[in-house]
Every structure is written in structure tokens, then in C-alpha cells.
């Protein structure tokens, strides 16, 4: 179950094409979410979606070798890290907790940055979260066994 | 008067779907009938004009959740057909719940009245601002990062915490009581 | 809403319980969505002309509001698997009775 591999060659193919559009479109709506609908929330799980069905279709240990466990646990905590991150810099620079005006010389440029930064860190959140539960259940009963 | 046929139609689907579900015993048709329960309701938020919360229940709840919930049923058994449990009390509950909700709703103002109290107080502030100060046209986008940056920063250790919990519960050694469990049961045949 | 009460007070089986409260909780956030609808308006996207948008503060709860769910109720999943592999069953009234038996 572990490593078999899909037998019906439509569906790699497909998956193989797919793959890159899905996450291009993932970080599209990852970077387009101050003009049209969308946002980290949205994005992670769209780039999540792309590694789930990489996984699904080439097997659980193709997935775990394009994003290793660990590498996918460091990244959950980096993108928690980052969004307070960012507002542990704004308190250093003389602002109050979150407050992204002083990110800038110009408020309104350092809201865009801000906002950008704490989406970046809830997508990057979102999609390793996404990514690590896929893999739980997916190993569930077979590790320990 | 469309809108108002629409939202009719799609929640007497969810309906129809929500009482489908109640009646199935197979998981898997469950899971299956649970995807298109959320995607309705997407359809839903469409109608009600929420393009980001309907993009964010099309990705997670159809996408996501219901391939979680297709891996959770593919390792636990065929669901058995059994006798439902406390079933009189919870229609006494059910009914009285409903009849309270609908007492409430009958003194909420109209649906799309656009000077209920939600309309009046803060949120015209937001639009202004977004749109002379910020320059940021999604204002939904502005007020999750921005205006609630705490709350978004609480909801994202939410789900890191649940992605750990689910780490923790699904890939650790020690909890797994089953051979203590059937020892005792051996015991207790004899 | 109520549906989804009855779902999980009535079933046995766990896995059930979990879409119960699924359900539980989308009504709720339909409820939400629907009180910032306002008529005639649009979605809360800010372009040239005037007009009037729909409340977007609702949105903001209801969408951090649906991830948030579902990562918990893949948490309740998680639990599920546990308690079948501990028990071999998820319907609760034969847990109850194997508990029954060793605790005796």
C-alpha cells in the first residue's frame, strides 16, 4: 500500500501536468489577495492540494521524498514565527504590536508590506498544516505495524 | 426577488442532502454526500455575496476536508446499520431548539436591510479607509491582516496546534493501548 | 442546523458524529454570512463606481472561521482512528459494553 504506484498511466500524466499550474495559481492567489478574492488561507491549501495529489497518485514515500517530514514540520512553525515575527519587528521600530504603518516611511506602503508579510506566514502555515495531516492519515497504521 | 428564489432552492437542497446524510449508514457515501453539503453552501455564499468565504469553503471544506475525511474512511470499518440511540429526547430537543431559533430570527431585521445595526457601526469606516488610505481594493483581505491582525494571528496558532495535536495522536507508539486491552479481556474470559 | 444537533445525538457511529458537528457548524456560518448581505450590493471588493458592497467584517470571521474547522475536525478524526485502533469498532454502544466487560 505504502509504495505502490498508480497503474493507470492517464492519471500520472494528468497529475504531472497539473502540478505546476496548481501552484502557480496557489501563489496568484497568494499575491493577488490585496486586489481580488482570495489569501493565504486560500493559498496554502490550493499549494497543499498540489503536494496531496502528487502524494496520492505516486505513492506516499515519492511525497514524503519531495517534502520531507522535518523539513515540513520546521516550515509549520516558520510561517507561525513569521506572522509574529512581524509584529515583534513593528514593536521594535517604535510601533505597537501588529501596527504595520512603520514598516515604511509611508504608512500606506508599509501596510501593503505588512500585509503581504502576515499572508505569506498564515499561507506558509496553512499548506504545511494541510500537507502533515495528509501524511498522518495517510501513514496511519502503517508505521506502527 | 431571483436572490431571495435561489437562496430558497439551494438551502432546501441542503436540506434534502442533510437529511441523506442522516438516513446513510455506509461511510463513504457520508463523505461523498458531506462534499457536496459544502459545496452547496459555497453556492450559498456566492448568492449572499461572499466571493472569499465561498473560494475559502470551495478549497478547504469540499477540497481538503473531504479528502481527509475519504483517508479516515478507507482505514475504519463499513458502517452497521443500528438502532438509533436517545432518539426521543433529542426530537423533544431538536423541535424546542428549533422553535427558540425561530422566534429569534422573526426579530432580526429583514435579510439585505442596509441599515440593520451591522451596516451602521464600524464597517463603513473600514470601506472609507481601505479605499483613501490603504489603496487596498479587497477590503476583506485589509481587515483580516490588518484591522484584525490579532484575531488572524490567534486562528493561525489554532491550526498549527491542531496540526500538531493530529501529528502527535496519529504518529505516536505510546498510545496505543490495544495489547493491555485485549490482555485484560483474555483475563476476564477465563 | 438542528439537522446536524439530531445527527450527532442520534448516530452510534463516531465517523458520523464528526460530519454531525461538520454540518453543526456550516449552518452557523451560513447564518453568519447571511446577516451581512446587504440587498443591491456587491461583493466587498472596492472599485470606481459608488455603490453600495456587502459587510465584509462577517467574511473575515467566517473565513478563518472554516479553515480553523477544519483542522479541528481532522483533529476529532484523528481521535476516531485512535479509538478504532484501541477498540476495533467506533459505534458506541459496543464500546461501552467492552469497557463494561474489563472493567469488571
Given at each position: ?13 494528468v497529475?504531472?501536468i497539473?502540478?505546476?499550474?496548481i ?18 488561507f ?5 499549494v497543499?492540494a ?6 496520492m497518485i ?31 519587528v ?9 501596527d ?22 498564515v499561507?506558509?502555515?496553512?499548506a ?18 | ?6 437562496n ?15 438516513k ?8 461523498a ?5 459544502t ?20 478549497a ?12 479516515a ?7 452497521k ?5 436517545n ?9 424546542s431548539?428549533?422553535?427558540i ?11 439585505g436591510?442596509?441599515?440593520?445595526p451591522i ?17 487596498i ?5 485589509n ?23 493530529v501529528?502527535?495522536l ?13 490482555k ?7 | 442546523?438542528?439537522g446536524g444537533?439530531f ?5 452510534q ?10 454540518i ?7 447564518f453568519f ?23 465584509p ?24 482512528l485512535?479509538i ?11 464500546i461501552?459494553?467492552?469497557?463494561l466487560?474489563?472493567?469488571?
Amino acid at each position: 500500500m505504502r509504495d505502490k504506484i498508480s497503474s493507470s498511466p492517464v492519471l500520472s500524466v494528468v497529475s504531472k501536468i497539473l502540478f505546476a499550474p496548481i501552484i502557480i495559481f496557489g501563489l496568484y492567489v497568494q499575491f493577488h489577495g490585496d486586489y481580488g478574492p482570495g489569501g493565504g488561507f486560500q493559498a496554502g491549501v490550493i499549494v497543499a492540494a498540489a503536494f496531496i495529489l502528487y502524494s496520492m497518485i505516486f505513492g506516499l514515500s515519492k511525497g514524503e521524498t519531495l517534502v520531507p517530514i522535518m523539513i515540513n514540520r520546521y516550515l509549520m512553525c516558520v510561517g507561525v514565527l513569521l506572522y509574529a515575527g512581524v509584529g515583534i519587528v513593528s514593536i521594535l521600530l517604535d510601533g505597537m504590536y501588529l501596527d504595520y504603518n512603520v514598516l515604511s516611511s509611508d504608512p500606506s506602503t508599509g501596510q501593503h508590506i505588512g500585509i503581504i508579510l502576515v499572508e505569506l506566514g498564515v499561507g506558509i502555515t496553512v499548506a504545511t498544516v494541510m500537507i502533515a495531516l495528509y501524511h498522518s492519515f495517510a501513514s496511519f497504521g502503517e508505521v506502527n505495524e | 426577488m431571483n436572490f431571495l428564489l435561489i437562496n430558497f432552492f439551494l438551502i432546501s437542497l441542503l436540506l434534502i442532502t442533510t437529511f441523506f446524510i442522516f438516513k446513510t449508514t455506509s461511510l463513504i457515501s457520508v463523505v461523498a454526500l458531506t462534499g457536496a453539503f459544502t459545496l452547496l453552501c459555497s453556492a450559498i455564499y456566492v448568492n449572499l455575496d461572499a466571493v472569499d468565504v465561498a473560494f475559502t469553503e470551495a478549497a478547504v471544506g469540499s477540497g481538503i476536508s473531504t479528502i481527509l475525511m475519504v483517508m479516515a474512511a478507507a482505514k475504519l470499518p463499513e458502517g452497521k446499520k443500528n438502532k438509533l440511540i436517545n432518539l426521543f429526547p433529542s426530537i423533544i430537543l431538536a423541535v424546542s431548539i428549533s422553535l427558540i431559533l425561530i422566534i429569534i430570527i422573526a426579530n432580526l431585521p429583514l435579510l439585505g436591510d442596509p441599515n440593520a445595526p451591522i451596516h451602521l457601526h464600524v464597517v463603513p469606516e473600514y470601506l472609507k479607509e481601505s479605499k483613501d488610505f490603504f489603496h487596498i481594493p479587497n477590503v476583506v483581505t485589509n481587515i483580516l491582516a490588518s484591522y484584525r491582525g490579532f484575531d488572524t494571528l490567534g486562528e493561525t496558532i489554532v491550526i498549527f496546534t491542531a496540526g500538531l495535536g493530529v501529528i502527535a495522536l496519529l504518529t505516536s507508539n505510546t498510545l496505543n493501548r490495544k495489547t493491555n486491552f485485549k490482555k485484560n479481556n483474555k483475563k476476564n474470559e477465563r | 442546523m438542528v439537522g446536524g444537533l439530531f445527527i450527532i445525538i442520534t448516530s452510534q457511529n463516531y465517523l458520523k458524529k464528526v460530519v454531525g458537528l461538520a454540518i453543526f457548524q456550516t449552518a452557523v456560518f451560513v447564518f453568519f454570512v447571511s446577516l451581512a448581505k446587504v440587498l443591491d450590493g456587491t461583493a466587498p471588493i472596492l472599485t470606481k463606481m459608488e455603490n453600495a458592497y456587502s459587510n465584509p467584517l462577517p467574511h473575515v470571521l467566517i473565513l478563518t472561521a472554516i479553515v480553523v474547522g477544519v483542522a479541528t475536525s481532522a483533529l476529532g478524526l484523528a481521535l476516531v482512528l485512535q479509538i478504532y485502533r484501541n477498540y476495533e469498532t467506533i459505534e458506541e454502544k459496543e464500546i461501552q459494553s467492552l469497557e463494561l466487560k474489563s472493567d469488571k
